[in-house]
């Protein structure tokens, strides 16, 4: 009898939670995307957190366009990427919205080294805003064995330390301000364990929880922290994983249309998926049980290996 007690009063607060997640979940999807038609009185982006931003991978697909959408409101952008003539073309777009730009060529692949080179860059630039945005995924989805050790070592230099490093080499400066903006692209991926990307999506949990970790320590310090976690967007990180994917739809938006919802969402929301679609995806994700995600997600890269697979066959014959 005391038993059946226990285990009725388990079940019920198991259930409790369950409700407040779910609920909680949906106060967010509000929060993201509707609260930002009726906050309008902050302000331009320039004046709350300064006049230059640092934004890294961004010579193509987000990056690329998240820095034209800062250079549309009146912020200078540095632009950190390792190919110095994408890099020019980048920055000569940017200058024609009336910005300063400043380039610094960096490979996040090559770990640590890399960080005093665009410290030294960067001295004399008081930096309001930095987008980690650089990342690299598996050029297909495969098991862990079948991953060169090189790419294990690369997606870990970028994905983790670079996000990492980043943050402890401004956020100094913006404590010493007392304002700043911090936003780390992460990936829905985080939400479960990804068999067949499962190197990738375990450094878009560690950004996940660094994220909301450096938020609560810097927040007391006017320091802004965003947390972005989109699904599929249209870009060349995915074109090996689905050509459909490519082509983009109402749920796999282009790379230009995804920043520019992203930037609205810069300052108004800490925790959000960038793109009002991929917020009810993720609210209706979150509903399932993590085993669920996770042998979906199974599913998903399965069919995704097996496509690769195929194309490149057929490339071969």
């Known amino acids: 009898m ?3 007690q226990f285990l009725k009063c388990v079940g019920a607060y198991v259930f409790c939670l369950y409700i407040i997640d779910s609920v909680w979940s949906v106060v967010e999807l509000i929060k993201s ?17 300064g006049q230059w ?17 800062l250079a549309k409101k009146n912020i200078n952008i540095v632009l950190v990427s390792r190919n110095p003539v994408k890099l020019q073309h980048v920055a000569q777009e940017i200058e024609k919205y009336g910005v ?14 890399i960080y005093q080179h665009i410290e030294e860059e960067l001295k004399g630039i008081d930096v309001g805003i930095l987008v980690n945005n650089v990342g690299v995924a598996n050029e297909y989805p495969m098991p862990l064995c079948e991953m060169p050790p090189s790419k294990v070592w690369e997606m870990v230099h970028v994905n983790v330390l670079a996000v990492s490093s980043m943050c402890r080499m401004l956020l100094p400066g913006m404590v010493a301000r007392g304002r700043g903006a911090v936003v780390n692209m992460s990936s829905a991926s985080e939400m479960q364990y ?9 450094s878009k949990v560690y950004t996940r929880s660094f994220t909301h970790a450096i938020r609560e320590e810097y927040a007391p310090h006017g320091i802004y922290v965003q947390h972005l976690s989109p699904f599929f967007i249209s870009t060349n990180m995915i074109s090996n994983f689905s050509k459909r994917l490519m082509e983009g739809n109402l749920f796999v938006p282009d790379a230009e249309k995804y920043a520019r919802s992203a930037v609205n969402l810069l300052g108004r929301v800490h925790n959000t998926t960038g793109f009002w679609i991929h917020g009810i995806m993720y609210t209706i994700c979150k509903l399932a049980p993590e085993w669920v995600r996770m042998h979906l997600g199974n599913v998903l890269t399965y069919n995704f290996r097996r496509e690769y697979m195929i194309n490149n066959v057929t490339k071969l014959k």
């Open 2 to 4: 005391v038993f059946e």
């Open 33 to 49: 995307y509707l609260m930002q038609y009726f906050n309008r009185g902050d302000g331009p982006l320039w004046e709350k957190y």
């Open 100 to 113: 300063k730009t400043k380039i610094i060529v960096a490979d996040f692949s090559e770990g640590p080294k």
């Open 53 to 69: 931003a640092v934004v890294t991978g961004c010579t193509d697909g987000i990056g690329k366009y998240y820095a034209l959408e």
């Open 194 to 202: 990804m068999p067949l990307l499962s190197v990738y999506a375990a």
